[in-house]
């Protein structure tokens, strides 16, 4: 499973931003770099919120890791 995870990841790397740049060359960068800052964070936000909770369990986790940070 690993290993096709790697593999779309790098086919996605290589294909996706030659399309990309085509498609923006003709818009400000600036409005290009705050649109994907913008969509990053929202899918975040989503990662964050799904159903199985994986999101809330991660963050659960860090809040458990910091409270034995600080008790040392």
Same mark, same amino acid.
């Given at each position: 499973?690993?290993?096709?995870?790697?593999?779309?990841?790098?086919?996605?790397? $290589?294909?996706?931003?030659? !399309?990309?740049?085509? &498609?923006? %060359?003709?818009?400000?960068?600036?409005? /290009?770099?705050? *649109? $994907?800052?913008?969509?990053? !964070?929202?899918?975040? &936000?989503? %990662?964050?919120?799904?159903?199985?909770? /994986?999101?809330? *369990?991660?963050?659960?986790?860090?809040?458990?890791?910091?409270?034995?940070?600080?008790?040392?």
């Amino acid at each position: 499973m690993a290993g096709q995870l790697v593999t779309v990841f790098a086919l996605a790397y $290589a294909i996706g931003p030659p !399309i990309l740049v085509t &498609l923006t %060359a003709r818009i400000n960068r600036k409005k /290009v770099m705050l *649109s $994907a800052l913008f969509l990053f !964070i929202i899918g975040n &936000l989503v %990662a964050l919120w799904t159903p199985n909770g /994986v999101g809330v *369990s991660i963050l659960w986790k860090h809040q458990k890791l910091q409270q034995e940070k600080d008790s040392f």
